[in-house]
């Protein structure tokens, strides 16, 4: 499999933005279940304004999330762009037999979510200089896990239908997967983790123009009970490096939950396939 994911800068550390891009770029191979072998670097760099080494600091970073997650870094490309960006084309491998797959949900799985949500609030709040240092830390921490636990723990509870929450937010992600699986779902609000100080922020209006979209376009699926607008926005939040979501079956996934928090992940089961159906939301 081969995957590619560039993104500008969401932190003022030069290495931490590095090894959240190169662990962002990994994601979509996980979320297949899948190990990554190597990858290629990506940089758009301002010469003019940016030091070498400025970036010498995110290819560290880049080879910190290699070295955890055993790929190699085995060359790449570099251009002159007015505006940096820095992200990796990686190439994985998967077992084909138990390999995840966004449009393999069925009636009556749990929903697993290996991450919080919050990540494109509290981006915004860096931009505006209004973050608070630990909720950056926080996100930081996040963003630099890599889903490999989280993949090995779906495949080994037998889980078919999984992705990875990046752009489109956890509601949107959500709906692709239910049209795909054809499937409806129940989506438990008040169980899905969010980064601390998140909340905060949003009431602040720390609020990225992505996930305002996201939540007009998931909302065509969306039946939302009692839940609020601020609530429903942080469902849609754009995420950089999110977690995986998957459902698994037969009653596992409090043991799939209790595993990945014994490994330091805040994991939730946030909802369930209710019935095969057309893609359809019900958000209590």
Same mark, same amino acid.
């Given at each position: 499999?081969?995957?590619?994911?560039?993104?500008?800068?969401?932190?003022?550390?030069?290495?931490?933005?590095?090894?959240?891009?190169?662990?962002?770029?990994?994601?979509?191979?996980?979320?297949?279940?899948?190990?990554?072998?190597?990858?290629?670097?990506?940089?758009?760099?301002?010469?003019?304004?940016?030091?070498?080494?400025?970036?010498?600091?995110?290819?560290?970073?880049?080879?910190?999330?290699?070295?955890?997650?055993?790929?190699?870094?085995?060359?790449?490309?570099?251009?002159?762009?007015?505006?940096?960006?820095?992200?990796?084309?990686?190439?994985?491998?998967?077992?084909?037999?138990?390999?995840?797959?966004?449009?393999?949900?069925?009636?009556?799985?749990?929903?697993?979510?290996?991450?919080?949500?919050?990540?494109?609030?509290?981006?915004?709040?860096?931009?505006?200089?209004?973050?608070?240092?630990?909720?950056?830390?926080?996100?930081?921490?996040?963003?630099?896990?890599?889903?490999?636990?989280?993949?090995?723990?779906?495949?080994?509870?037998?889980?078919?239908? @999984?992705?990875?929450? !990046?752009?489109? #937010? +956890? &509601?949107?992600?959500?709906?692709?997967? =239910?049209? %795909?699986?054809? $499937? /409806?779902?129940?989506?438990?609000?008040?169980?899905?983790?969010?980064?601390?100080?998140?909340?905060?922020?949003?009431?602040?209006?720390?609020?990225?123009?992505?996930?305002?979209?996201?939540?007009?376009?998931?909302?065509?699926?969306?039946?939302?009970?009692?839940?609020?607008?601020?609530?429903?926005?942080?469902? @849609?939040?754009?995420? !950089?490096?999110? #977690? +995986? &979501?998957?459902?698994?079956?037969?009653? =596992?996934? %409090?043991?799939? $939950? /209790?595993?990945?928090?014994?490994?330091?992940?805040?994991?939730?089961?946030?909802?369930?396939?209710?019935?095969?159906?057309?893609?359809?939301?019900?958000?209590?």
């Amino acid at each position: 499999m081969a995957t590619v994911d560039v993104i500008t800068p969401l932190v003022d550390d030069a290495r931490s933005w590095g090894r959240i891009a190169a662990t962002n770029a990994a994601s979509d191979v996980y979320a297949m279940g899948g190990r990554p072998l190597f990858a290629l670097n990506i940089v758009g760099w301002n010469r003019d304004e940016l030091s070498l080494d400025l970036l010498s600091e995110v290819l560290a970073g880049a080879d910190a999330a290699a070295a955890a997650g055993g790929w190699i870094t085995a060359g790449g490309h570099t251009i002159d762009d007015p505006e940096p960006k820095f992200g990796c084309a990686v190439i994985g491998e998967v077992d084909v037999d138990r390999m995840l797959r966004a449009d393999a949900l069925g009636p009556g799985d749990e929903l697993v979510l290996s991450k919080p949500v919050g990540i494109g609030i509290v981006s915004t709040a860096i931009k505006r200089g209004v973050a608070p240092q630990d909720v950056v830390e926080a996100a930081i921490t996040s963003m630099t896990r890599l889903n490999v636990d989280a993949a090995q723990a779906a495949v080994t509870a037998g889980a078919t239908g @999984a992705t990875d929450v !990046t752009g489109f #937010g +956890l &509601l949107g992600h959500l709906r692709r997967m =239910a049209e %795909a699986s054809g $499937v /409806d779902v129940v989506l438990d609000a008040g169980a899905v983790p969010v980064l601390p100080g998140v909340r905060d922020l949003l009431v602040a209006g720390m609020v990225p123009g992505g996930s305002r979209r996201n939540l007009s376009w998931a909302a065509e699926r969306v039946e939302a009970e009692d839940v609020d607008d601020d609530t429903l926005l942080l469902l @849609a939040d754009a995420q !950089t490096s999110g #977690g +995986l &979501l998957f459902g698994v079956g037969d009653g =596992a996934a %409090a043991g799939v $939950v /209790d595993g990945l928090r014994a490994s330091g992940h805040t994991a939730a089961v946030v909802g369930r396939v209710a019935r095969h159906g057309e893609g359809r939301i019900r958000v209590t």
